[in-house]
């Protein structure tokens, strides 16, 4: 069977008529991926699964939602698409509308994005600007902008964003036959996702395609926690840049899915975040980018803590986590290279590199 984006695989549950002319790069249908090891290291009861987003079209979650919100631009009459972004938003709004021949403009935060993001907007066209200040402000800069300019905004406080998003849900139930995952955990910074993620599950729940609803467990970063301290940062920090947002648009409803499906929204340390970052890639051969290990950072801190000594499973006997790896690796390349040990620099010869493998003994003469 052809693979098809979202908008196909989802039409009956999405805003769009058999005239609309979709835009699309077939994402979606991502891999839910076992991990065993990091399963058991974690908990006994619980297995563990990543659905990996890195594997869509430009390397995000963004695509799910982008394909339906450039469809809807195009579909409206706008010539132009705007967002502000911590780099995935840019990426990939910038590809939809070079397919779609629409214009795009991204405004990122000076300095704090990763290399392979930056390099995408770039090389799709966009025009770029990096704004003396971060996240928050460029947001608010382009709510301004589109309010009195016909230039449609494709951030996720753009409805059509969500509806896109939501379709990651659909996927894992239809992967699960109809079982919803026992957690679902994600990380949490503008809140779109954990908005989308809960909408898509109550809506296949309604339509009687989801026997049940998993608790959602969102993580912050710790210099970036607003919903978890109860107030905006002024001046969010950390190393996972996808989420260094200090007031999100998202925030009540993320409220909202956290509440309602008898979950939380906890945050982790930059430490526990490169800690999860690098044992994801090491013991189940994942590489997904910084801010996505701080679902896999919460998910173990909130078992240290026994969060899933008293919980039971929906179905069987096990209990089931689904992690949204929500971008690949290869999106920020000095955060790894960093976080791992430097390569060895040697002379081009056998005894050298045996030496530098640990092989033999040095030779001496
Ligand atoms: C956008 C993004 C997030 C945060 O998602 P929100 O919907 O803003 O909460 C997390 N990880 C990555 C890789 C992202 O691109």
């Known amino acids: 069977m052809l693979h098809c984006g979202v908008i196909e695989r989802y039409r009956e549950h999405l805003p769009v008529t058999e005239s609309t002319h979709v835009i699309s790069l077939n994402e979606g249908s991502t891999p839910l991926i076992s991990a065993p090891n990091l399963s058991k290291a974690i908990h006994p009861r619980l297995d563990v699964w990543f659905k990996f987003e890195g594997l869509n079209p430009t390397g995000s979650f963004k695509d799910r939602g982008m394909t339906m919100a450039v ?3 195009l579909e409206e009459g706008f ?8 780099g995935n938003t840019s990426a990939s ?11 795009s403009v991204v405004l990122i935060p000076e300095g704090k994005i990763a290399l392979g993001k930056l390099s995408q907007a770039m090389i799709h066209g966009a025009i770029v600007v990096q704004i003396k200040g971060n996240f928050d402000q460029a947001l608010q800069l382009v709510r301004a902008i589109t309010e009195n ?23 894992i139930v239809d992967d699960f036959d109809g079982r919803a995952p026992d957690f679902h955990v994600l990380p949490v910074g503008n809140a779109g996702n954990i908005t989308a993620y809960w909408k ?49 648009a998202s925030w009540a409803a993320a409220e909202k ?24 890639a090491a013991t189940e051969g994942v590489f997904a980018e910084p801010a996505s290990a ?56 056998e005894d050298a590199v045996l030496e530098a493998i640990g092989l033999c003994e040095p030779v001496t003469v």
């Open 200 to 248: 898509g599950y109550r809506e296949y729940n309604e339509a009687e395609k989801a026997r049940n609803l998993p608790r959602m467990l969102g993580f912050q970063a710790a210099g970036a926690a607003p919903i978890v301290l109860g107030k905006p940062v002024k001046h969010p920090q950390t190393f996972a840049t996808a989420i260094r947002i200090g007031n999100p």
């Open 93 to 103: 709004a910038s590809a939809y509308a070079a397919r779609a021949g629409l214009k």
């Open 294 to 349: 701080a679902g896999i950072a919460g998910l173990i801190k909130v078992a240290q803590q026994g969060y899933f000594d008293d919980k039971e499973p929906f179905g069987g006997d096990r209990l089931r986590a689904v992690c949204i790896l929500t971008g690949h690796g290869l999106k920020d390349p000095d955060s790894a290279i960093k976080a791992a040990e430097e390569p060895h620099t040697v002379e081009a010869n």
């Open 79 to 86: 010539k132009a698409v705007i967002c502000a972004s911590t």
């Open 149 to 171: 300019h016909p230039i449609a905004l494709v951030n996720s406080i753009n409805p059509y964003r969500i509806e896109g998003q939501k379709t990651g849900a659909f996927e």
């Open 71 to 73: 469809t809807k631009a």
């Open 257 to 280: 899915a956290r509440d309602e499906s008898g979950g939380l929204i906890d945050m982790v340390t930059d430490d526990e975040i490169r800690a999860a970052y690098k044992m994801m």
